[in-house]
């Protein structure tokens, strides 16, 4: 009853903090992003994550719908490049791309794209996000080696800024958002994104000839993101109800949030974590409660083995024992009611039980060798006795 009151505790003052903060602080798309482009520039395509950066050709900077965006001809002369890599293949099974377009034109041949990453030396993709001569999205995966399409029936209309969110995950039906509208695939694909590292990520036109040349896309293009998991419905919704920008990702910092998120991982530097207690002390996590794990770690030095040395002193026996009949406990160890009222270091604990391991140890070798010693001794006392005996019977 205890630990759940402890629970209860923790979670109001966590859902306090989430309210205080729901309207300022969305660090949460940072977990899982990949690549986050804001396109403020012509002169550099610069990755906000500054892991993915490129090269931007012939795109010219126009206001976009936050702050600058880059506009793209229709052509492979217009166009950012990004290198490929490892993170970029999403060889997962989750994904989702955003991405803010102004088209002026309808697509190219059927389709026009709007980012992709190449398949083969073809124009096939492992995952693209394209616009239709009918104002729609087409969105692909390239999963297991088999390119899945799915294209949606809402329209994102010329002239003007659409939010775009395309969502996959394995065995779930694929999401196409376009602004404030939604639609959710008849079919789903259970697998992992197809891998291939050899062509680049490309956003505006194709990295390859042909397709360039008949299907690069015509207007402007804002934040594009790359995420590596599937965000959730209430994740879409606050992409686009709020039209965010990577900018807006920032951990927000009013004096009482103290915690950092770089991707996948939360940390924090400043001070020291308390869990069903207001008072952790010196110790950075004090828990007033049970901890479950699989595995624990614990770093120490010293480790006991100069027990062994041959310079080593080893404590005599009867000094143990007057030490215990005075103190009611073994030497170097805290007494129980130390133990009540401070606890135990774990990593000291455990070097303190090897150490008595290995005294023992050597108490079983003087034994050993005590017995051995005995054993001989009482063999040749055996041997005397005998003798003697043998020489009274005669």
């Known amino acids: 009853m205890k630990r759940?009151?402890?629970?209860?505790?923790?979670?109001?003052?966590?859902?306090?903090?989430?309210?205080s903060n729901a309207q300022s602080d969305h660090s949460i798309f940072l977990n899982g992003l990949v690549a986050a482009y804001s396109l403020e520039s012509s002169i550099s395509l610069d990755d906000e994550l500054n892991v993915n950066n490129g090269t931007v050709t012939g795109a010219t900077t126009v206001t976009g719908n936050i702050g600058n965006a880059l506009s793209f001809s229709g052509s492979q002369a217009t166009m950012a490049t990004v290198p490929t890599s490892a993170s970029l293949d999403l060889?997962?099974?989750?994904?989702?791309?955003?991405?803010?377009?102004?088209?002026?034109?309808?697509?190219?041949?059927?389709?026009s794209?709007?980012?992709?990453?190449?398949?083969?030396?073809?124009?096939?993709?492992?995952?693209?996000?394209s616009y239709t001569n009918a104002n729609q999205i087409r969105f692909r995966n390239n999963i297991d080696d088999i390119s899945r399409d799915f294209i949606s029936t809402i329209t994102?209309?010329?002239?003007?800024?659409?939010?775009?969110?395309?969502?996959?995950?394995?065995g779930e039906p694929r999401i196409i958002?376009?602004?404030?509208?939604?639609?959710?695939?008849?079919?789903?694909?259970?697998?992992?994104?197809?891998?291939?590292?050899?062509r680049d990520l490309t956003i505006g036109s194709y990295d390859v000839a042909s397709p360039a040349s008949t299907r690069s896309f015509v207007g402007n293009i804002d934040n594009v993101m790359i995420w590596n998991r599937a965000l959730t419905t209430a994740e879409q919704n606050t992409l686009i109800n709020e039209n965010l920008g990577y900018s807006d990702f920032a951990p927000t910092s009013t004096g009482s949030?103290?915690?950092?998120?770089?991707?996948?991982?939360?940390?924090?530097?400043?001070?020291?974590?308390?869990i069903g207690t207001d008072t952790p002390g010196t110790y950075k996590l004090a828990v007033n409660g049970n901890i479950r794990a699989k595995e624990i770690k614990v770093e120490t030095a010293n480790w006991p083995?100069?027990?062994?040395?041959?310079?080593?002193?080893?404590?005599?026996l009867d000094e143990i024992q007057k030490f215990i009949e005075l103190n009611g406990h073994l030497p170097k160890f805290p007494?129980?009611?130390?133990?009540?009222?401070?606890?135990i270091e774990l990593g000291e604990m455990n070097r303190l039980l090897l150490e008595k391991i290995e005294e023992l140890t050597l108490y079983i070798f003087q034994q050993q060798d005590n017995y051995d010693r005995l054993s001989v001794e009482i063999q040749s006392v055996k041997q005397q006795i005998k003798n003697n005996n043998n020489g009274i019977e005669k």
């Open 4 to 19: 759940f009151k402890h629970v209860q505790i923790l979670c109001l003052l966590v859902l306090a903090q989430i309210q």
């Open 91 to 111: 060889s997962g099974s989750e994904t989702t791309f955003m991405v803010d377009i102004y088209p002026t034109a309808i697509g190219q041949s059927g389709k």
């Open 113 to 129: 794209v709007i980012l992709q990453k190449g398949w083969g030396n073809l124009g096939d993709n492992v995952y693209s996000v």
């Open 156 to 170: 994102a209309p010329l002239n003007t800024w659409s939010r775009i969110i395309c969502v996959w995950k394995s």
């Open 177 to 198: 958002r376009i602004n404030s509208g939604i639609e959710t695939e008849g079919t789903t694909y259970t697998g992992t994104q197809t891998v291939n590292p050899g």
């Open 257 to 274: 949030e103290v915690w950092s998120i770089n991707g996948p991982v939360a940390y924090y530097n400043l001070g020291n974590v308390g």
């Open 305 to 316: 083995d100069y027990v062994f040395d041959k310079d080593y002193s080893l404590p005599g």
């Open 335 to 343: 007494s129980a009611r130390e133990v009540e009222t401070s606890g």
